[in-house]
Each structure stands twice: as C-alpha cells, then as structure tokens.
C-alpha cells in the first residue's frame, strides 16, 4: 500500500515537470514560429499532465517501485519513457503541415521531455528514500 502512496504523492512532480517540459518546448519551437501564446498555455499543459499521468506514469511508476532497485536502472527507464511522451505530446500539440512550414524537430521534444523522465527518476528516488509511507 505504501508503493502505491509514494506513486501517489509522485503526482506532483510529474505535473510539474512535464508540464515545464512542455513550455519549454512552446518556447523553443516558438522562436523559430515568431507567434507563439504564452499566456494560460502552462495551465492547459498542466491540465493535460493532470490528466496523462493517471494513464502513463502511475502504473509504471506503482510497477517500477515494485520491481526495479538499481537507480540507475529507473533513470533509463523514466527518461525512455519520457522521452515517448514527448514524441505523442509534439504530435498532439503540432499538425503536420505546421512542423513542415515552420521545420520544427521531435528531437526538441523528444530531449526536452527525456529530461524531464529522469528528473522524474531522481525526484522519485529522493522521496522514496526521505519520506517514509506508513
């Protein structure tokens, strides 16, 4: 029961960091579109992370916890599946025809929300060592 808390309480952070992911891909494909909306676009992302990990990162992090000890082992697992949230999530914020007009990159997305995965990981590691479930 305590794992399935820890992956719970790790909610938070997803949010957070997904969400940051992706307005720093809004901003980094921005600037090569020169019109980009900044204003309330961190809480529609945030929703949308709100809303992605109950379906994604819950149940990988509830079976991670279970099943994986190495950090190291969960920081390449974290950061791959990071790194395919950010390729559904350029997909879902891009039309095709509007990454060929402006040359946008899933690499960019791909980079930015590996990073995030594993900070997941670290953030993941650092609660389940520091903060005890009872």
């Known amino acids: 029961m305590k794992t399935f808390y820890h992956s719970l309480f790790m909610w938070i952070p997803f949010i957070l960091l997904f969400s940051f992911a992706a307005f720093g891909l809004e901003v980094f494909q921005g600037d090569k579109i020169r019109k980009s909306e900044y204003v309330g676009y961190l809480f529609i992302l945030s929703s949308f992370a709100f ?40 997909k879902r914020i891009y039309d095709w025809l509007f990454v060929e007009e402006y040359n946008l990159s899933m690499i960019s997305s791909i980079i930015f929300f590996s990073m995030a995965g594993l900070l997941y990981a670290l953030v993941e590691n650092s609660l389940k060592k520091n903060i005890k479930f009872n």
Do not use: H
């Open 51 to 90: 809303i992605l990990f109950p379906i994604s990162f819950l149940p990988l992090t509830i079976v991670v916890c279970m099943v994986v000890e190495s950090l190291f082992s969960k920081m390449v697992i974290f950061t791959f599946f990071g790194g395919v949230i950010g390729a559904f999530t350029f």
